[in-house]
């Protein structure tokens, strides 16, 4: 198998993007994401976009074509374009068919872009979209919303360690800074603990403000093969890992309710590819869906103990200047997460941060990076690491 | 909600708790599977009637409705594990303030939602605290 690296990358501004379509930003993105490299239209072999759910959320299925289309690639060099499609873990899991593709040597350069368009519908549809990520039939079926699976997480966790909506409420409040220094971000606003505590309940012990947005967004990747990425750019960033796995569709089924084992299992996979310790890491991006979920993250990843990710959060050290940042884009919570992208965004976030070219948010010196995204309540968990060098 | 094919098959299991048993490594399945997740393909499934007594591992008050039960807002919704082994997500019908982890329940026999395009009522399988 060949090394992989990434010369370019794109986001869209996360918002609420009432002017533009799905086909819109996404291209924005690809196309961004093309020049950063660049790199030219007739160079790419192949394009991956991760995406929930076109058909719930913009009535659009055959995302891979509608893109490929409109980005140029197909009506002249009839390039193969392939949706993915992993709930919320869609682009990670976009990008991981990405590097599969170079790293087997079937492609050279080739884009992995994630896009949603969420806010063409209402709330409630979009919340009974994303729901869809759950088993239907035996969760969604007896009255279970994703943040009542999400709530059942916490309540359990705060039972068996001492978690405290105060220290949930401490992820939220970091990730809000971290957005208000990252231009594309949806909300750059600071937030208190007060506010989040405040906010109106949405399923016991998750207040508003533990949750993530509804996001419209797209964000895309150009990968190539290492031995030729410094003809496009000066500051390639290299696959140490990429790793995958999969638990039960339904929180009710897995070995330990606090736990992502998919995570874990992903997270041991992945180290042991880039041969690197949880100590080696010098920031991550990890899924925040809601701020329960970034505490188990940590945990999971290796970076806190079982039980004190909200310890070692209340604590600073998983803010920007401390032991491990986590969620220096603002996260899932204050950047916003449109699902599909999330997983691509991470990896830009990443890319932008050891390429030195973070600005505000810099974390200094940083050498290794790590995404993790989510799909579902914990049935995917695709996780990569980064390095700036070979 | 769902779609009235989506509901009405697994009528058995939602009415009356028909989970399924491997013979062969003696787990028990609810919601129902048809292959063991031990055993797999060397498995033998054979349907298996629960009690409906369990206990609360986790749960929480869902302030925010599900599509389809907005009337009930708010409900208690809970990861229930059945005596016999196996855990499942039921609403906990009874006082919110009462709830606790640990906490014994029994199921009872309730309207579990409505929605979809025809108005449907769904009937099923709730919980309740077993000492009530
Ligand atoms: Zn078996």
Redesign the interface.
Known sequence: MRDVAIIGVKNTKFGELWEESLRDIVVEAGIGAIEDAGASGKEIDALYVGNMSGGRFVDQEHIGALIADYSGLSKNLHIPATRVEAACASGGLALRQAIMSVASGYSDIVVAAGAEKMTDVGS?EA??AL?AAAD??????????F??LY??????HM?RYGTTSEQLAEVAVKNHKNGSFNPIAQYKNIITVDDVLNS???????HIFDCSPITDGASALVLAPADIAHKYTDTPIYIKATAQASDTI????RRD?TTLDATVVAAKRAYSMAKLKPKDIDLVEVHDCFTIAEICAIEDLGFAEKGKGGIVTANGETAIGGRIPVNTSGGLKACGHPVGATGIKQAVEVVTQLRGDAGKRQVAGAKYGMTHNVGGSGATAVIHIFSRER | MSSVPRFWRNLGSRYNLEGTRCKECGEYFYPPRNVCVNCRRSGQIEPFKFKGTGEIVTYTLIHTAAEGFESQAPYTLAIIKLDEGPSLTSQVVGDPEKMHIGMRVKSIFRKLGEGGDRGMIYYGTKFTPADT
């Open positions: 409630e919340s009974s729901a239907r039939e035996w969760e969604g079926m007896a009255g279970a919303t943040p009542g709530a059942m997480i916490a309540k359990l039972h109106i309940m949405v399923a016991d012990p998750l339904a929180l009710h089924d309710i």
